[in-house]
């Protein structure tokens, strides 16, 4: 499925399922709504935002894709709440770019990858959740990409006005 331009439409209970790229793509300026999908085994990522794109995904899974679970880049700024990302390739959410955006209540576990990973300008808030990776227990992975400086709103284990910091070993 692909969501372009200024698209304001909704995908329900739908399985993407063994594509050659993403499950879902989002791009444009386009704000769908997005729930109770399972996004599988996909050559890309599950479910990916690109551009300046947004609006909400909730109530998703995505599992066994080749690249994360949910890819979050350009300046997309998505809404994220209750999905699974569970034993994708990369990360369970993986953010880039000048990236923003919430993630509230997802749970990110058994990924190869950290469960999040947030990486250039990319700025998400993370307000709860679970997260357990594959990668030696990592959690989360928060990293400058050579001659760019990350910059968070709150992004912990449980959100709260800690500020960044990267969890594990």
């Known amino acids: 499925l692909m969501f372009g331009k200024e698209a304001r439409g909704e995908a329900r209970e739908n399985r993407c399922e063994g594509n050659d790229r993403d499950g879902i793509h989002v791009h444009g300026q386009a704000r769908p709504l997005l729930v109770g999908n399972a996004l599988l085994v996909n050559g890309g990522s599950g479910l990916a935002f690109a551009d300046e794109a947004g609006g909400l995904a909730c109530a998703n899974r995505y599992e066994r894709n080749h690249g994360p679970g949910v890819r979050v880049e350009g300046e997309a700024a998505p809404e994220l709440e209750a999905n699974v990302a569970q034993a994708n390739g990369g990360a369970g959410l993986a953010y880039a ?16 990858q950290h469960g999040i990973a947030v990486a250039g300008r990319a700025r998400p808030l993370h307000a709860g959740g679970f997260s357990r990776s594959a990668d030696a227990g990592r959690r989360c992975l928060l990293r400058d990409w050579p001659g760019e400086r990350t910059r968070f709103s709150a992004l912990a284990a449980g959100g709260g006005p800690q500020g960044a910091r990267a969890l594990g070993g």
């Open 97 to 112: 770019d000048s990236a923003a955006g919430r993630a509230t209540a997802n749970r990110c576990e058994g990924n190869r």
